[in-house]
């Protein structure tokens, strides 16, 4: 499942192609929506955001297109000149004048007033999107500290949309390697040192996969991998995908466990 970082970026690719643009043609595919299609005729888009794992287009005329990709949607941009060759399931369709923005295979997409956007019933639920820019890490230490998440393992709650949005797997492993937390521990089990810095973790991380398409390393690990001809899924993490191979740190074996069947790799000398 694609994780807030990868959505902010989808967003900001589409945006770019359709808000404020012509758009020639909308169609609504899925069952869902396909009998909202008139609501937005003729309608422009004028902003695409994300918050956390959901994309948010909204129209001129007070409508939003809500979507979540969930495990199999995936948003494409193309020119329309370029030849479709996807086996996915078409749900929604917007075509300009040179480019065709697609979403395909989602199951979970709605039409909803924008004014209604944060009273969604996923929306609503959510904990601080760990992109947005007023979320800090000040925001994020009172957050770890709260009764909803000191008591609550590493491992479980780096996963849990309703404690901090946008995470997921990789995200996960890497924000508890940064911030030397053991995955077994609980925020009341650490310091406010431990807890600012897992704090920062989380902020820093998921700002750093935004900004490099996902990748967490440095850029001289992302380079030195390249020329060493390694697989991306060496040396695009410290330890997420490494796991029995060497810690980047202290050369410890990284450990790979598994949290309700989800993977997660660690050090635990670094991690001690």
Not at 95 to 121: C, F, G, N, Q, Y
Not at 124 to 142: A, E, H, R
Not at 234 to 247: A, L, M, S
Request: hydrophobic letters at 35%; a positive charge; glycine letters at 4%.
């Amino acid at each position: 499942m694609p994780e807030g970082p990868e959505i902010k970026r989808a967003a900001d690719r589409i945006s770019k192609a359709l808000a404020g643009q012509e758009v020639e043609k909308i169609r609504f595919l899925y069952p869902s929506i396909s009998k909202h299609q008139k609501l937005i005729s003729g309608a422009k888009v004028t902003s695409v955001n994300s918050h956390a794992k959901a994309m948010l287009i909204n129209f001129d005329n007070g409508f939003t297109l809500y979507s979540h990709n969930q495990l199999y949607g995936k948003w494409t941009i193309n020119m329309r000149t370029t030849a479709n060759r996807s086996r996915r399931s078409l749900r929604v369709e917007f075509l300009t004048s040179k480019k065709a923005i697609r979403l395909w295979s989602a199951t979970d997409i709605e039409l909803i007033s924008t004014d209604k956007v944060k009273s969604h019933p996923f929306i609503k639920n959510l904990g601080p999107d760990v992109l947005c820019d007023f979320v800090d890490y000040s925001v994020l230490s009172d957050r770890l500290q709260s009764k909803d998440c000191r008591n609550r393992m590493a491992a479980h709650l780096m996963l849990d949309q309703k404690s901090f949005a946008g995470l997921g797997n990789y995200l996960r492993s890497e924000i508890l390697f940064f911030a030397n937390i053991n995955p077994h521990l609980k925020p009341r089990e650490l310091d406010s040192n431990s807890l600012l810095k897992w704090a920062m973790s989380i902020k820093d991380i998921s700002m750093r996969a935004y900004l490099n398409n996902g990748i967490t390393v440095s850029k001289d690990i992302e380079e030195q991998g390249k020329l060493n001809g390694e697989p991306r899924r060496y040396w695009r993490h410290y330890v997420f995908t490494r796991n029995d191979r060497p810690c980047r740190i202290c050369s410890s074996k990284i450990v790979r466990l598994r949290f309700g069947g989800r993977r997660l790799d660690y050090c635990p000398t670094c991690q001690d």
